[in-house]
């Protein structure tokens, strides 16, 4: 068994370190009041049962709790109360640098919750353990001067979850759709350098790419670019190349068709090269918080101008799927699953069907779906119909990284308008602890409910205020080259904070816990359905509300939990004990999902958690978990099919793994061991994580780096939908 330190770091259970801890403070009162030996003996051993009971390493905190009460019930008040006060000189001591330990366990590499807190992150290297040490200042900045103190309790009860507050310091937003076409029609400014119209297709994904992390490393979320951006180049490309092939043949003449055919032959080659520059650098990049850029790329014909546009579009598409089948090579020179770019792929009426003219590019979609778990899928038959605009118009668009949705936005000349857009921040309410706070009484469950909303929304808006009177200046690439706007030096960036611009996002977890505990049921149980849709329109109305008050887009965002997911576990379990089906595990579920462990197809679940998707118009996405799908692409493609018809986004869910002693290929297995969950090889045993490529959905996007036991957990008990 483990025990998590105060630093983060992890160590061996040491029961004798309570009993010593117990006798200190019995020795410390009159003889006449002291506990037997024997008596601390039993407190121990009880300690000791409630932390193996949790299933988790139990931090230091949790168990000096523990001891408090065993004292306690043992009526030994005198040896609880001297207990209580070194608990309380120790933590007023701790209280005057609250940033060493953590820092200097970050630099050590021994800190297990840095380790874990995203998946995506390597620790280890410099770029990321400075990302980490500022982020340390830049949260006790937050917490002790920048936040009310009752949002900082909150956070740190669980109660809230007050995302990125390692940035909040900085006047940093999360999540972006950048306007790649404006960027490279019209020209940008990188670090000072003016970068004109690129002149072929190779070049503008060589620009796309500096623009990604230059963009990365300027906010702290996802983003997303749209390959329609680049089709215009690829024209380009090909009158340049047919102009080199003219010139080439000095005067020897052709035929039209020949002429042609090299041309395109050229011009693939050109496409391939592109691609793969945006594949491997966005893999190889490092921004300034030592972290591959959280980038997705977008696949929509229906976003070309013309037929033109459109085919060279398919083109493109085409190569960025075969690239991604074929995948990146390790450190070992074996072909594996990367995380970045996360690809989406829009389903359509030129591609949904057998007959379609681009079924081609579905086939090919599903056969890398099945390989390497991108793309995901967008329905535009659902987009249209349900992110309708004020004219009544619907539209299809990306999400801003991995779930994030923009609200539909008509600008002042009536146009639509999605790229250059951005979402302010997020602050996540725990609804598991609001049911746990009623005590399954639901009068006083909605009325908890009214106040933790609130907190909320002065969370939300603390976030907005920070935003508040940012200059242009603070992030040049963002605000005055075209990523987001084309502000005036020196120009503040209030005006894209008001009026829908931009959203915020009041996010939510536990659905299907707070359901169960109200009610008894899960949420998929049609008696505790509308429960459960009661919930998501009660935090809806409190949008809007918020919306008319502040002209500021509040919008419902089923939050993407990582790390949040065993921080809310963790408090829940300190807050209210272990209640079956409710705090049991270490994790709690992401939004409004099915429970992981709940035995449903993949159909139902789609079709289900569609409505719930439907009420999250702040970004939400639902997945479907499938075996090794590599020799039955036609299911693939039945679900694939199902998703345009039922559900605006939606994932599947693979296994893609590789162990580098053995050369095995198939799924690494999660085991536990000495009271922790780790990665093991079936074929050799292997136990190394250096040694091995893991790759698992996390939270929309891939995971590479590994997790925290928590989320560990959930993916170890994760059920097969198909």
């Not at 994904?205 to 906010?219: D, F, K």
């Not at 793309?375 to 004020?390: N, Q, T």
């Amino acid at each position: 068994m483990k025990i998590i330190k105060r630093n983060g770091a992890e160590e061996n259970f040491n029961d004798n370190k309570i009993r010593i801890a117990i006798t200190k403070a019995n020795n410390s009162v009159d003889e006449a009041v002291r506990m037997t030996q024997l008596q601390i003996d039993r407190i121990t051993e009880s300690v000791v049962i409630a932390c193996e009971a949790l299933g988790r390493a139990s931090t230091v905190e949790e168990i000096q709790d523990l001891v408090e009460k065993k004292i306690m019930a043992h009526g030994a008040f005198e040896v609880a109360k001297n207990y209580i006060t070194y608990r309380y000189t120790r933590s007023l001591v701790r209280k005057s640098n609250t940033t060493d330990d953590k820092i200097l366990s970050l630099i050590e590499c021994n800190n297990e919750e840095a380790k874990q807190e995203n998946s995506n992150k390597n620790p280890v290297v410099n770029s990321t353990q400075r990302d980490y040490m500022a982020g340390e200042v830049s949260r006790d900045l937050t917490n002790r001067i920048l936040l009310p103190p009752d949002i900082v309790d909150a956070h740190n009860e669980g109660i809230i979850h007050f995302h990125d507050s390692d940035y909040f310091a900085q006047h940093m937003h999360n999540c972006d759709l950048v306007n790649l076409e404006d960027m490279l029609q019209n020209g940008t400014v990188i670090t000072g350098t003016l970068i004109e119209r690129p002149h072929s297709f190779s070049t503008a994904c060589n620009i796309a790419t500096q623009i990604i992390a230059q963009v990365a490393s300027n906010q702290y979320g996802g983003q997303s670019i749209s390959l329609t951006h680049l089709a215009p180049f690829v024209q380009v490309s090909r009158e340049k190349i047919r102009r080199s092939v003219e010139e080439e043949l000095g005067g020897v003449s052709l035929s039209e068709e020949k002429l042609t055919e090299i041309t395109e032959k050229r011009l693939r080659e050109e496409i391939r090269r592109g691609v793969q520059t945006i594949q491997y650098q966005v893999v190889t990049l490092l921004t300034t918080n030592g972290q591959a850029p959280f980038v997705t790329v977008f696949m929509y014909l229906g976003e070309a101008k013309n037929e033109q546009e459109r085919a060279d579009l398919a083109l493109i598409i085409e190569e960025v799927l075969l690239q991604r089948y074929q995948g990146v090579k390790n450190e070992k020179g074996i072909w594996v699953t990367p995380a970045f770019p996360k690809l989406i792929y829009v389903l359509e009426e030129d591609n949904i069907h057998e007959d379609s003219k681009y079924w081609y590019l579905t086939e090919l979609a599903a056969k890398c779906t099945a390989k390497r778990m991108v793309p995901d899928y967008i329905s535009e038959k659902k987009m249209l119909e349900l992110k309708v605009d004020k004219n009544g118009d619907g539209h299809c668009y990306t999400c801003m990284g991995c779930r994030s949705f923009l609200t539909p936005y008509v600008d002042e000349n009536g146009q639509p308008k999605y790229y250059g857009r951005f979402n302010q921040g997020v602050v996540t309410i725990n609804l598991v602890d609001i049911a746990l706070s009623s005590g399954g009484d639901k009068e006083k469950f909605w009325k908890i409910f009214d106040e933790r909303l609130e907190l909320c929304h002065r969370a939300l808006l603390c976030r907005h205020e920070r935003l508040k009177g940012t200059l242009s200046d603070a992030a040049p690439i963002l605000w005055q080259y075209g990523a987001l706007a084309r502000l005036n030096k020196g120009e503040t960036i209030d005006k894209l904070l008001y009026g829908g611009y931009s959203t915020i996002s009041l996010g939510y977890a536990g659905l299907y816990e707070c359901v169960k505990y109200m009610t008894g049921k899960s949420h998929t149980d049609p008696e505790a359905t509308p429960f459960a849709l009661d919930v998501m329109e009660k935090m809806n109305a409190a949008c809007r509300g918020w919306k008319a008050e502040h002209n500021i887009d509040f919008s419902l965002y089923g939050t993407p939990l990582e790390s949040t997911t065993y921080k809310f576990a963790k408090t829940l379990q300190r807050r209210f004990g272990v209640i079956p089906g409710v705090t049991d595990k270490g994790y709690i579920t992401n939004s409004y999902h099915v429970h992981v462990t709940e035995e449903i197809d993949a159909f139902e679940k789609l079709q289900f958690e569609a409505q719930f998707q439907h009420l999250s118009p702040g970004g939400a996405i639902s997945y479907v978990e499938v075996p090794n799908m590599q020799q039955n692409i036609p299911a693939v493609l039945q679900v694939m099919k199902f998703i345009y018809d039922n559900i605006i986004y939606a994932e599947l869910n693979t296994k893609s793994d590789y162990c580098q002693e053995c050369g095995f290929d198939g799924e690494i297995e999660i085991v536990e061991e000495d009271g922790k969950l780790i990665w093991h090889c079936p074929n050799c045993g292997n136990t190394d994580q250096d040694k091995m490529n893991v790759a698992r959905r996390t939270c929309g996007y891939i995971g590479t780096q590994y997790w925290n036991q928590g989320r560990t957990q959930e993916i170890k008990e994760r059920v097969l939908h198909l």
